[in-house]
């Protein structure tokens, strides 16, 4: 009778994926600890991205960031 | 100042009703432990449908399945 | 196929307040939204007093001050 | 590699201040427990009105309610 | 960034089995999202026996019901 | 009235630094929402290292593997 709980940022995720989530923690679940899957529930969160922080920035802001530092780095090392 | 977290399927709970899982619970408090209700917070998550999971199945199919299931050894039964 | 979650501070809950919490939590989901009890999971994690924090201070530090402000204020109304 | 989640009443939140609690947040865990940032998340769940409970009541008749007992003592004290 | 909770009994579960657990939770985030796992989180919660409700009885309770009910079916079947 | 759960690994944060992020937390809340403090709820979960998982691996070991890596690296570097 686990209970797992999957957050991630809101960015269309499918229904298929989401039953690929419900159905791989389950059977983690399962295989693992050789729990009941009937008793087994998934939830999933999906939180918007402005509500969504990841390095003291807006997970978007960081992302862009991220990638700005790497542009750059590769500029570099092309010197 | 206990904080009581309810996690349901969204599927036209009223208002009405959540305003009696909210009274509920702060009295559940009250009454087994003696808590002070001005700091009982309450909250209540709606989860769609598609993003909860039971028995590895999200819970539109899972309860398909287990109805099918029913009909199935219904039937059986009647022979 | 409810999850309840019900956090508290921990001091020395019994298992028969434990049970009546379950049963309670669970009673509420069954009578207010005819929710399945055996797909109806309710935790309880007790959370140890400098972990638990209200009004900016410690659970402990704010039950003294709360009583402190009371004594306070009964002196000064008896004058 | 923190995990801080911020649970709030939905009331018209700007971007703006949610990039200050998603600051905040990770700041407080850098300079308390010299923790990376790169890997802390904060997250923000923005409750519905009726979905919040405080007082054994939905949190908007909460507030009412509050209000007008503090304006009932304040008449009775000019009384 | 996904962040995942996993709760569970606490029942004996051993390193290798939460090793597991995390590295599954991980993978599945990464091949059904994409996700990136250096900033994917995986936290297990061990709930105690007495802490976990299931069909409004703790879990030790519920599952010896269970087991004398099926206990109590087969014994009727036999007949 | 809102609610702050920060969850941190278990490794001897001290009664100072709590009281410093309950403070911290609450006090955020009060300058960017302007809530009240007195019904702010903050809770701080420690977990066990073997509980909390990055990268697809147990922190500890998580730890250790980027540890190693900059060694490695910095001994190129140096090469």
């Known amino acids: ?8 940022t ?3 995720v499918t229904e298929d994926q989401k039953r690929a989530l419900i159905k791989g923690a389950t059977d983690l679940l399962v295989d693992v600890l050789n729990k009941n899957p009937a008793t087994t529930i998934v939830t999933i969160d999906e939180v918007e991205f402005e509500n969504w922080g990841i390095g003291g920035l807006p ?13 750059a780095a590769e500029a570099a090392a092309k010197g």
């Open 1 to 8: 009778m686990p209970y797992v709980n999957i957050r991630i």
């Open 10 to 12: 809101r960015e269309g």
């Open 59 to 71: 997970a978007e802001e960081y992302r862009a960031k991220i990638k700005a530092e790497k542009a």
